[in-house]
C-alpha cells in the first residue's frame, strides 16, 4: 500500500540526500491536494504515489494544483500500471515505476524525467504560506496576509518568489525532517510518517 511504498521510497532515495540540502516533506498541502512526498533543495519536486488499489480519478485535479506551486511534478506507480498512466497524464510529468521482488524488498526506475514547471502561480504560491512565512518576507505584522501577499507581488518577480516559496517550505519542515533522517535507524519503516509529524522519542513510543 501507500505506506509501504512512501516508506521503500525514502530509504532508497530521500535518506541518501543530506537535509542540510534537501529536505523531504509527507503530505504536503499543495491547493486542494495533497503531495504524497515533495523533496525541496534548489527546486521542489513532488511525487504522487498510485497504486495498485488506487484509482486515477482525482489524478488531473492534484497534478493541476501541483503545477501551479511547484517545480517538477512525478507520478510513481506498479511496474504494471505503466501503460495506463502514460495515456492519461501530460507529457511534462514524470514518471516513476516500482517493483517488488520474492522477499518483499522494492526497488524504483525512472521511466519518464519531468519537465521544468515554466507556469507556476506566485499568486498560488504565497497563498498557500502562512502569515506569519508571509510577515517573515515583509517583515510587517499589522497588515492582514491579503494585503502582505499583494505587496509580495509588488516587490518580488516570479523567479524570487518561487525561491521565496521554497526556502519557506524548507524552514518550515527542516526540523520535522532531520529528527527523522538522524533517528531513521531507530524507527520502523511504517512508522515514518508518523514520526515525521511528531518528532517523539523512539524510546518512549517503543517502550
Same mark, same amino acid.
Given at each position: 500500500?501507500?505506506?509501504?511504498?512512501?516508506?521503500?521510497?525514502?530509504?532508497?532515495?530521500?535518506?541518501?540526500?543530506?537535509?542540510?540540502?534537501?529536505?523531504?516533506?509527507?503530505?504536503?498541502?499543495?491547493?486542494?491536494?495533497?503531495?504524497?512526498?515533495?523533496?525541496?533543495?534548489? $527546486?521542489? &519536486?513532488?511525487?504522487? /504515489?498510485?497504486?495498485?488499489?488506487? =484509482?486515477? +480519478? !482525482?489524478?488531473? @485535479?492534484?497534478?493541476?494544483?501541483?503545477?501551479?506551486?511547484?517545480?517538477?511534478?512525478?507520478?510513481?506507480?506498479?511496474?504494471?500500471?505503466?501503460?495506463?498512466?502514460? $495515456?492519461? &497524464?501530460?507529457?511534462? /510529468?514524470?514518471?516513476?515505476?516500482? =517493483?517488488? +521482488? !520474492?522477499?518483499? @524488498?522494492?526497488?524504483?526506475?525512472?521511466?519518464?524525467?519531468?519537465?521544468?514547471?515554466?507556469?507556476?502561480?506566485?499568486?498560488?504560491?504565497?497563498?498557500?504560506?502562512? $502569515?506569519?512565512?508571509?510577515?517573515? /518576507?515583509?517583515?510587517?505584522?499589522?497588515?492582514?496576509?491579503?494585503?502582505?501577499?499583494?505587496?509580495?507581488?509588488?516587490?518580488?518577480?516570479?523567479?524570487?518568489?518561487?525561491?521565496?516559496?521554497?526556502?519557506?517550505?524548507?524552514?518550515?519542515?527542516?526540523?520535522?525532517?532531520?529528527?527523522?533522517?538522524?533517528?531513521?535507524?531507530?524507527?520502523?519503516?511504517?512508522?515514518?510518517?508518523?514520526?515525521?509529524?511528531?518528532?517523539?522519542?523512539?524510546?518512549?513510543?517503543?517502550?
Amino acid at each position: 500500500n501507500e505506506t509501504v511504498i512512501k516508506s521503500a521510497f525514502l530509504e532508497r532515495v530521500s535518506f541518501k540526500k543530506s537535509p542540510k540540502s534537501t529536505v523531504t516533506i509527507f503530505e504536503l498541502n499543495s491547493g486542494d491536494s495533497r503531495a504524497d512526498i515533495c523533496m525541496v533543495n534548489g $527546486k521542489s &519536486i513532488v511525487y504522487e /504515489i498510485k497504486t495498485e488499489y488506487d =484509482t486515477y +480519478n !482525482r489524478l488531473d @485535479n492534484q497534478i493541476r494544483d501541483y503545477l501551479k506551486l511547484h517545480d517538477y511534478v512525478n507520478v510513481i506507480v506498479p511496474k504494471s500500471q505503466l501503460d495506463n498512466i502514460l $495515456k492519461i &497524464i501530460p507529457d511534462d /510529468i514524470g514518471v516513476i515505476f516500482y =517493483t517488488q +521482488n !520474492r522477499v518483499g @524488498n522494492i526497488s524504483f526506475k525512472e521511466y519518464k524525467q519531468p519537465k521544468l514547471n515554466e507556469n507556476i502561480d506566485s499568486l498560488a504560491q504565497l497563498s498557500q504560506l502562512t $502569515k506569519k512565512e508571509l510577515v517573515n /518576507i515583509i517583515c510587517n505584522n499589522n497588515l492582514p496576509k491579503d494585503r502582505l501577499i499583494d505587496i509580495a507581488l509588488d516587490i518580488y518577480d516570479k523567479t524570487e518568489i518561487n525561491n521565496l516559496f521554497r526556502e519557506s517550505l524548507k524552514l518550515k519542515y527542516f526540523e520535522k525532517w532531520n529528527f527523522l533522517y538522524t533517528n531513521q535507524k531507530d524507527l520502523y519503516p511504517l512508522d515514518y510518517q508518523w514520526f515525521f509529524k511528531n518528532n517523539l522519542s523512539t524510546e518512549t513510543v517503543y517502550k
